[in-house]
């Protein structure tokens, strides 16, 4: 795509004129606007329009023009429909697709406009993404992460566009992300207990992923006490370790979540001197990521502190290391 520079044109798109474009196109019978784009992101009119929900502005390119250009791309490879589902314009989602513009278009990093809608909370993407869906919209598809639509809905403040997307019958939950995550692992680690909610039945809360963790610690991760209490209510196994043999205690040492510790130690009764594969207490957790309030936490509630690791190091060595 030729870039110009008449950024004047593209800049009025953005405000819904597009005097200057039937101007150019009066002037010149050969004139394009896919020929106009932004310097450094290869945006178009019809980018721009989308964005800012101007479906006049798109209805005029789309009419106007020939020959049609509706699955243009930008720098990133997003098509005007990209756009259209990210900013949540569903009037321009529904003109862009009854135009033409091919749903399940892949930007770089393997997304599609479906998968954009599902990272938004606020109402109009729920809209959007029920449109798409019923336009068949491909729900499964997994990026180069492994990531589909249903992950991204788990990691949603807005549980309505999982409980969306899990009442498909062609909803496949059980996919896993390239390092072994599944759906219930993301809502567990973002803290969202209504999405943990609804994919409970579905997953089982023991699921390990790459690294050993289970839903359980993504939960501790978190730092929401509602979230942990919920996995523990419905199975989630609490002493089990991850593959350096960590288990929930050292994680939330390892992120100074002193309300966790609390939680752990005063109410499911850990072992608040057990250690890792390399020997790491807690409190080695806590120093070696400087994580002061941790420490005085685990102090408080009597830690050994003259644990040694596998390197004979006590936890106050590896504070004193950084100093």
């Given at each position: 795509m030729m870039v110009l520079t008449n950024i004047n044109a593209l800049t009025n798109v953005c405000k819904g004129d597009i005097a200057l474009i039937k101007l150019s196109?009066?002037?010149n019978p050969t004139f394009?606007?896919?020929n106009l784009s932004l310097p450094k992101t290869r945006e178009s009119c019809l980018h721009l329009a989308a964005?800012?929900?101007h479906t006049d502005v798109i209805r005029y390119l789309l009419t106007e023009f020939h020959p049609t250009v509706v699955d243009i791309?930008?720098?990133?490879?997003?098509?005007?429909?990209?756009?259209?589902?990210q900013f949540g314009q569903l009037e321009c989602v529904k003109l862009l697709v009854q135009n033409g513009a091919d749903i399940n278009a892949i930007k770089r990093s393997d997304w599609t406009p479906l998968m954009l809608a599902c990272t938004k909370s606020d109402k109009n993407y729920l809209d959007i993404v029920e449109y798409l869906l019923e336009k068949d919209a491909y729900l499964n598809f997994k990026n180069k992460d492994g990531w589909t639509p249903i992950h991204l809905a788990a990691r949603n403040e807005n549980s309505s566009i999982l409980q969306l997307l899990l009442k498909c019958p062609k909803a496949d939950v059980t996919v896993k992300t390239r390092n072994g995550r599944n759906a219930l692992h993301i809502s567990a680690l973002h803290g969202n207990v209504d999405n943990v909610k609804l994919l409970i039945s579905?997953?089982?809360?023991n699921s390990i992923d790459s690294s050993g963790n289970t839903p359980f610690h993504e939960s501790v991760l978190s730092g929401n006490i509602q979230v942990i209490d919920y996995l523990v209510e419905n199975g989630a196994e609490i002493s089990v370790t991850n593959k350096t043999g960590a288990n929930a205690l050292h994680l939330a040492a390892g992120q100074n979540l002193e309300h966790v510790i609390n939680l752990l130690v005063n109410v499911y009764n850990f072992d608040i001197n057990c250690v890792d594969l390399n020997g790491y207490s807690a409190l080695h957790w806590a120093a070696r990521k400087n994580c002061n309030n941790a420490m005085k936490t685990l102090i408080k509630l009597g830690i050994d502190i003259n644990i040694l690791d596998k390197c004979g190091r006590l936890a106050k060595d590896y504070v004193l290391k950084k100093i």
């Amino acid at each position: 795509m030729m870039v110009l520079t008449n950024i004047n044109a593209l800049t009025n798109v953005c405000k819904g004129d597009i005097a200057l474009i039937k101007l150019s196109k009066e002037k010149n019978p050969t004139f394009h606007w896919s020929n106009l784009s932004l310097p450094k992101t290869r945006e178009s009119c019809l980018h721009l329009a989308a964005q800012y929900g101007h479906t006049d502005v798109i209805r005029y390119l789309l009419t106007e023009f020939h020959p049609t250009v509706v699955d243009i791309r930008n720098i990133d490879n997003k098509t005007p429909l990209h756009d259209a589902a990210q900013f949540g314009q569903l009037e321009c989602v529904k003109l862009l697709v009854q135009n033409g513009a091919d749903i399940n278009a892949i930007k770089r990093s393997d997304w599609t406009p479906l998968m954009l809608a599902c990272t938004k909370s606020d109402k109009n993407y729920l809209d959007i993404v029920e449109y798409l869906l019923e336009k068949d919209a491909y729900l499964n598809f997994k990026n180069k992460d492994g990531w589909t639509p249903i992950h991204l809905a788990a990691r949603n403040e807005n549980s309505s566009i999982l409980q969306l997307l899990l009442k498909c019958p062609k909803a496949d939950v059980t996919v896993k992300t390239r390092n072994g995550r599944n759906a219930l692992h993301i809502s567990a680690l973002h803290g969202n207990v209504d999405n943990v909610k609804l994919l409970i039945s579905k997953l089982d809360p023991n699921s390990i992923d790459s690294s050993g963790n289970t839903p359980f610690h993504e939960s501790v991760l978190s730092g929401n006490i509602q979230v942990i209490d919920y996995l523990v209510e419905n199975g989630a196994e609490i002493s089990v370790t991850n593959k350096t043999g960590a288990n929930a205690l050292h994680l939330a040492a390892g992120q100074n979540l002193e309300h966790v510790i609390n939680l752990l130690v005063n109410v499911y009764n850990f072992d608040i001197n057990c250690v890792d594969l390399n020997g790491y207490s807690a409190l080695h957790w806590a120093a070696r990521k400087n994580c002061n309030n941790a420490m005085k936490t685990l102090i408080k509630l009597g830690i050994d502190i003259n644990i040694l690791d596998k390197c004979g190091r006590l936890a106050k060595d590896y504070v004193l290391k950084k100093i």
